[in-house]
């Protein structure tokens, strides 16, 4: 008997649908995708009554398209106002053997504390992300292992609660449940991840939209970080029409008739010769672009790994900036890193979705998921009380 799953996902310029299929053997393939486009998404748009009206009718097509009415739907969302906390907890094992029970003890003892801690937030993803065994550092479950004592270090990633809200109240709607809130980062780097064989690397997204910049630290499977910036490549723009009054279009016109090479020298394409000064002109974006990197850079958080496991993925809107600067690019970023940039239209929209639905499919090797107990232990309490102020 088939079946199938609706994914939806809000991001600041779109809301994607993506439903797949299933069969006996499970993820078979996607069979109706589609999206609504913005300038500019903000929350205030969630209340608006005439996109509730633009939702339905979109998942309404799908379910007419395949025959199918769906029940509930899984929701990918923004890390934009998510907290992620990195916790670790010790033990003194005295030679005996790692169990399940153990770490899991750990496990929820901290989940109940941050949980109380972080009571206007609701828990979305708790990761694994090191254990350290009588000081060897592993990242898969270190059980049945015999050690004097370990520490583990999860990841809590929580979002708001009167954000989430907003995000059921919308789906509700739609005669819809949510069945599970996704991170999208987390989708997309773990779609990324399966695709070219990324296992136990750390993988860094950075997205360079028109108007604002992201990134995400996909660390040796789990979500470690993330970072938002309210500038993106129009800057770039913006300075050169500044200082050489151009328009916007001449701009475009220009940067798309001259490249850099790796030595950041101008090749200019069909003879090309302009009254403006070419020189001056790569001077400026340069150095709009080595300033962006290194914010963004700098925003990165590394410790206790091996900086040869980095690799650096980098996306931008813009094929005209990407094109002109991606061998500048090259030369600003760290040495010795392995770096792809391609242009967003060059990749794929639904990612994130691919990279849900396997999460939802086959699970996530170092995502944990707590089972709380009704009686809370003497540990749980006093770890409450430290963590109060």
């Known amino acids: 008997m088939k079946s199938y799953d609706l994914f939806v996902e809000f991001t600041q310029f779109d809301i994607k649908f993506f439903a797949i299929r299933y069969d006996e053997t499970g993820f078979k393939d996607e069979v109706e995708k589609d999206l609504i486009s913005f300038d500019n998404f903000h929350l205030k748009n969630l209340e608006d009554k005439n996109l509730h009206a633009i939702i339905i009718k979109k998942i309404s097509d799908i379910e007419n398209k395949i025959d199918f009415n769906f029940k509930y739907c899984y929701l990918l969302v923004s890390s934009r106002d998510s907290r992620i906390i990195k916790v670790s907890s010790f033990k003194q094992n005295l030679n005996n053997k790692i169990t399940k029970n153990d770490i899991q003890f750990n496990l929820n003892a901290l989940k109940s504390t941050l949980d109380h801690q972080e009571h206007s937030k609701k828990l979305i993803h708790i990761f694994n992300s090191k254990f350290i065994i009588d000081n060897e550092i592993v990242y898969n479950l270190p059980l049945n292992k015999f ?13 708001p609660k009167s954000l989430i809200i907003k ?51 996909m660390s040796y499977n789990s ?51 302009n009254k403006i000064n070419s020189e001056f002109l790569l001077e400026i974006a340069i150095a709009r672009i080595e300033e962006i990197f290194k914010i963004i850079l700098s925003s990165l958080k590394f410790s206790s790994i091996n900086r040869n496991d980095l690799i650096f993925r980098i996306i931008f809107e813009d094929k005209t900036i990407k094109e ?36 939802v ?21 006093l770890l409450r009380k430290l963590f109060e102020f």
């Open 167 to 217: 995000y059921y109240d919308i789906i509700n709607k739609c005669n819809l449940s949510v069945k599970r809130i996704i991170i999208s980062d987390y989708a997309l780097a773990s779609n990324l991840i399966n695709q070219y064989s990324l296992n136990k690397k750390i993988l860094i997204n950075i997205s360079i939209k028109k108007n604002n910049s992201t990134f995400s630290n």
């Open 324 to 359: 002109f600067l991606e061998n500048a690019i090259y030369k600003i970023m760290p040495n010795n890193y392995e770096t792809t940039i391609i242009n967003e239209v060059e990749d794929d929209q639904f990612r994130s979705c691919k990279g849900g639905a396997n999460i």
């Open 147 to 159: 050690c004097n004592y370990f520490k583990q270090e999860n990841i809590f990633i929580y979002l």
């Open 223 to 273: 979500l470690t970080d993330v970072g938002h910036f309210n500038f993106g490549s129009q800057i770039i723009y913006k300075d050169i029409a500044k200082l050489c009054s151009l328009k916007d279009d001449e701009i475009k016109l220009i940067l798309k008739r001259i490249k850099i090479d790796k030595n950041y020298t101008l090749k200019l394409k069909n003879n090309y010769s």
């Open 361 to 381: 499919q086959n699970g996530w090797e170092s995502e944990a998921v707590p089972v709380m107990s009704e009686n809370k232990s003497f540990l749980i309490k």
